[in-house]
């Protein structure tokens, strides 16, 4: 089975470069104003929302990837918590949900079943219903879900809305892409692994609900373009930011791999398309690359009101959340970005 499913570019790793991806989307022809298409693909943000009343809109998304672990259930769980993610970063609930499947006509069909048992545990979980989906015949292994989901237009977060003197809150540790490649060439120890694993089915659905009690400006989650690169478009050439490295939560063994230069195309890729805005004072490479790893079902990074960050922190972890301040949003300077 692990010879089956293994794949040199799983996850989030598997996303093309920002960058590229960019330059493409801006080519695209521009449709006429539709007021009520809140946000687009324009704006870089985490999923569409569109106004269908003035207290109800709808919020789609989608995501899909290669394995990046060789387990075909807990890869399902991992697709579909990535997947779904998105809705709870806008302030949504997660309503329904499609599945995208690739999968090779010649191989096991229980492993499919395994991977979609997965995907539709996670979706039930986070209060969805699973309704149907679409696949095709192909040479490789891919698997995500099309998510549909409703949030109130007026309570709804957008990834740039962030004022100056917001703390920056990070819901989960970083270091998954870093760990899953050192484990594709047998490097990672079990315990690493298992607690990328661990994090990485963890729906940021009760971190979402439990923001919602509090004043938040800006969100979104860390996913393929590392926490710099979601922090950059959070940061929209409007304002600054400052990042407190030692602050930064870190999954166990990651910067000692980081150490060791199990290291991923894609962070190379978030290097290429931040360094002109990120200032490193005095971080060990092995600190800069975690900070560019690719993570897959990364948490929520949220902008709050200053006033309301600590109690925030506080309510996570005592729900069992890693959640920690790392940073603060200042007025725009020279550097957008400065890790310290």
Known sequence: MSEILFCKGGGCTAKLGAGVLSHVLELL?????????????????????????????????????????????LFGKIAAANALSDIFAMGGEVKTALNIVCFPESM??????????????????AGGSLVGGHSIADESVKYGLSVTGVVNPKKMW???????????????????????????????????????????????????????????????????????????EMMDGKLSCRIISKEVPILNEALV?????YLTAAAQKNRNYVEEF????????????????????????????????????????????????????TEKKDVEIWVE
């Open 158 to 232: 957008a990834n740039n809305q962030g004022k100056v003197g917001d703390k920056l809150i990070l819901t989960k540790k970083l270091g998954v892409g870093i760990i899953c490649s050192a484990n594709r060439i047998g490097e990672a120890s079990k315990e690493a692994l298992q607690e990328a694993i661990t994090s990485m089915i963890t729906l940021n659905k009760q971190a979402a609900e439990i923001a919602k009690k509090y004043e938040i400006h800006a969100a979104t989650d860390v996913t393929g373009f590392g926490f710099l690169g979601h922090l950059h």
């Open 278 to 329: 990120v200032h490193f004072e005095n971080i060990s490479f092995a600190m800069e690359e975690v900070l560019l790893d690719p993570q897959t079902s990364g948490g929520l990074l949220l902008a709050v009101e200053a006033n309301d960050a600590m109690a925030m922190v506080r309510e996570m972890r005592e729900a069992g959340l890693p959640a920690v301040m790392v940073g603060e949003i």
């Open 29 to 73: 022809p521009k449709p006429e104003k539709d007021e009520n298409l809140l946000i687009g693909y324009d704006s870089k943000d985490d999923a569409a929302v569109y106004r269908l009343t003035e207290n109800l809109a709808m919020v789609q998304t989608l995501d899909f990837f290669p394995p990046m672990i060789e387990d075909p259930y």
């Open 257 to 261: 791999y980081a150490d060791e230069f």
């Open 108 to 125: 096991d069909l229980n492993i499919l079943g395994e991977i979609m048992r997965g995907g539709s545990e996670k979706v039930i979980e």
